[in-house]
T-cell receptor, first 118, second 115 residues
Framework: GAGVSQSPRYKVAKRGQDVALRCDPI?????LFWYQQALGQGPEFLTY????????KSGLPSDRFFAERPEGSVSTLKIQRTQQEDSAVYLC????????????????FGPGTRLTVL | AQSVTQLGSHVSVSEGALVLLRCNYS??????LFWYVQYPNQGLQLLLK??????LVKGINGFEAEFKKSETSFHLTKPSAHMSDAAEYFC?????????????FGTGTQLKVEL
């Protein structure tokens, strides 16, 4: 079956431009996560959705970052007025359900979108 | 809050040699622990995980890891390295404390396998 897909795979933006990154989770997956991976670093959590509800956005670095998942499936991460420090790989992950009752549900990762801000 | 430390950003081994990638964590409550592998231009793939139960966990591709609570460690090993193991490896921790089960990653260890 299809895994998590992300588009575009590569994006080059001029400083100050707005960008939108798309994530298509595995069909039926309730939970969706966005992570930011800077060069040479591990991924860092940005935000989390359970269905269409954004339950945790504590990792968003500034108010220029905005994420949505209006119908509980596809999600878009939008970055306004991009800056050079936004250059990173943005990873999306989905899992079947929210972890509960001591049962962990594996997060499946997409290939990421590499954003370069010039 | 939880954190992960991976000792050694680069590890080089000979083909057929033992692979040992180190991971230490800090957490205020018992964590769930993971190792992920990332090949160039690809997403993260789960190698193995510890949630509860047996502290020695086996994963894909011959990797295994042991959860040692007293040492707050979760080191990854493989008895015999293969060229195809060359990749970046990330240790991660998660807490099921509500709000999903977001992962906190270490900074990664690049594994090089030499002939």
């Amino acid at each position: 079956g299809a895994g998590v897909s992300q588009s575009p795979r590569y994006k080059v933006a001029k400083r100050g431009q707005d960008v939108a990154l798309r994530c298509d989770p595995i069909s039926g997956h309730v939970s969706l996560f966005w992570y930011q991976q800077a060069l040479g670093q591990g991924p860092e959590f940005l935000t989390y959705f359970q269905n269409e509800a954004q339950l945790d956005k504590s990792g968003l670095p500034s108010d220029r970052f905005f994420a949505e998942r209006p119908e509980g499936s596809v999600s878009t991460l939008k970055i306004q007025r991009t800056q050079q420090e936004d250059s990173a790989v943005y990873l999306c992950a989905s899992s079947l359900v929210r972890g509960s009752g001591g049962i962990y549900n594996e997060q499946f990762f997409g290939p990421g979108t590499r954003l370069t801000v010039l | 809050a939880q954190s992960v430390t991976q000792l050694g950003s680069h590890v080089s081994v000979s083909e057929g040699a033992l692979v040992l990638l180190r991971c230490n964590y800090s957490s205020s409550v018992p964590p769930y622990l993971f190792w992920y592998v990332q090949y160039p231009n690809q997403g993260l793939q789960l190698l193995l995980k510890y949630t509860t139960g047996a502290t020695l966990v086996k994963g894909i591709n011959g990797f295994e890891a042991e959860f040692k609570k007293s040492e707050t460690s979760f080191h990854l090993t493989k008895p015999s390295a293969h060229m195809s193991d060359a990749a970046e490896y990330f240790c991660a921790v998660s807490l099921l404390t509500g709000g999903g089960n977001k992962l906190t990653f270490g900074t990664g260890t690049q594994l090089k396998v030499e002939l």
